[in-house]
């Protein structure tokens, strides 16, 4: 499983490199705007355009709608019997946009909060050292004092719980779709071979 929403792997292919490109471009629906957006009305399993020895690709959906697709660039390196494909999978750039401003979004609602009571703190622990010598020199009864002592709060985790599932499940959707990816790519052009 991979950390974050980006990988890169290599395929290793019998084919020369021009039958490689061919067999791309036999398999895919044309598309030179690779985008969130897909096309439903293709029977193939991928859209995108090839360019020289270049491609852009991305999975088609064939009912509901994932903008968490990754989109495949790659290119094809090679000789006669022994060609390399290099595979880049990552999110569209304007999902990768969406997580990140979101993420910060989240992260200032935490850090705010934190900033205020730490603020908050200070004051309180002036008030109960006064409370504190109001009780001691006998000016509150021992009731009044507990009950203006102010407890410590425990720090909330569920902040951090929410900061982190976004992250979390933008992982689980890129590494499963990745994955579907890989093997039906894998399967257009017919290696065998694992990933690397």
Not at 61 to 73: H, V
Not at 166 to 177: G, K, Q, S, T, V
Request: hydrophobic share 40%; with cysteine; aromatic share 12%.
């Amino acid at each position: 499983m991979n950390f974050i929403p980006f990988e890169n792997i290599e395929l290793k292919s019998s084919l020369e490199r021009d039958e490689i490109i061919n067999v791309i471009k036999n398999n895919i629906k044309e598309n030179t705007k690779v985008g969130i957006s897909t096309s439903r009305d293709s029977i193939l399993d991928f859209e995108g355009y090839v360019k020289d020895y270049k491609f852009k690709l991305k999975r088609i959906l064939r009912f509901g709608y994932n903008a968490f697709i990754p989109i495949i660039s790659g290119e094809v390196y090679g000789k006669k019997n022994n060609s390399i494909i290099k595979l880049k999978l990552k999110f569209h750039k304007l999902v990768s946009l969406f997580l990140i401003i979101i993420t910060l979004f989240i992260g200032l609602l935490i850090l705010i909060p934190l900033f205020e009571s730490s603020n908050t703190k200070i004051k309180l622990d002036k008030l109960d050292k006064i409370t504190q010598e109001s009780f001691e020199k006998g000016f509150i009864s021992k009731e009044k004092y507990e009950s203006l002592t102010f407890k410590e709060e425990k720090e909330n985790w569920n902040n951090y719980v929410f900061l982190i599932t976004p992250y979390i499940l933008c992982l689980i959707i890129f590494n499963y779709e990745s994955r579907i990816a890989k093997d039906k790519f894998k399967t257009m052009l017919r290696i065998n071979d694992n990933i690397s």
